[in-house]
């Protein structure tokens, strides 16, 4: 059975998992614990990041890479266009969907967490105790602002952040008004990278994923919630729907007393 090395709230590992489901291909996650070790993840694929598919005795790195391995090795239901204009179409939208999206959506996610102490309260696993909870929620956003900015998510990144997700919704909005996909009738690798790569602007609703249920359903105010964006949303709804399943669980990349395994999310 294929192995994706992943990380649950990776929205990268999220485009990988629509994919798999689409074509259909039974797999299993494997989670990888941030910690100080990082040496089994590296030992298997060479580098520290996720997604990680592992298909037999072969490892695919980096989710692009992973997307055009599964359409190479199983071409049931396939995610690229005969077409090789629109071939070329679709990689270019999950390139962009990859920077664009994927890099935006992060920092204007960490913005809503600094803004909003829902969000910030809603981040915490069930088993979080009240007090603890009741704290997170009461941090002052100028604390959080301070922080922020020394790792690249202060007020001005957040702002330029929203201000492209919001031309980035605006023109996908546009592009669906006549199609049911991006490029037209059938479901591509276009269409799984930006469902995938959204998710941190809103989470989807249902047990897709295996987060607190404060979250589902989600997202950063201004950009889930707001009405000139809602053709968008309800086709990354129809997406999930339609195509992915739920209640798989992931198991832990490595056995109790073993070293954990550090990551960047890719």
């Known amino acids: 059975m294929l192995e994706l090395h992943q990380f649950e709230l990776s929205h990268y590992c999220e485009k990988i998992r629509l994919i798999l489901d689409y074509k259909g291909l039974p ?8 910690g ?3 040496i089994d993840l590296y030992k298997l694929s060479g580098q520290r990041q996720v997604p990680v598919l ?13 997307a055009k391995y599964l359409e190479q090795r199983y071409p049931e239901r396939p995610i690229l266009p005969s077409d090789p204009k629109q071939r070329a179409l679709c990689l270019i939208l999950e390139e962009w969907a990859d920077e664009s999206i994927g890099l935006n959506a992060r920092k204007a996610m960490v913005g809503a967490f600094n803004q909003n102490p829902a969000f910030r309260k809603a981040l915490l696993p069930s088993s979080t105790p009240d007090f603890l909870k009741n704290l997170v929620e009461a941090l002052p956003r100028e604390a959080l602002d301070v922080l922020s900015v020394g790792t690249g998510f202060g007020p001005d990144a957040v702002k330029a952040a929203r201000q492209a997700m919001q031309q980035n919704l605006e023109s996908l909005s546009v592009l669906l008004q006549d199609n049911s996909y991006l490029l037209g009738d059938e479901p591509t690798l276009a269409d799984f990278a ?18 607190p249920g404060a979250l589902k359903d989600m997202g950063v105010p201004g950009l889930a919630d707001n009405p000139a964006y809602a053709l968008f949303w309800a086709w990354r709804d129809r997406i999930y729907a339609t ?23 890719d």
């Open 54 to 66: 592992k298909d037999g005795a072969e490892v695919i790195a980096d989710s692009t890479a992973i």
């Open 36 to 38: 100080v070790g990082q």
């Open 27 to 34: 797999y299993r996650k494997v989670e990888v614990t941030p």
């Open 194 to 211: 930006v469902a995938g790569t959204s998710m941190y602007i809103k989470f989807p609703a249902g047990n897709y994923l295996n987060i």
């Open 243 to 265: 195509y992915r399943k739920v209640g798989i669980p992931s198991e832990p990349a490595s056995t109790p007393g073993s070293r954990p395994t550090s990551i960047n999310i």
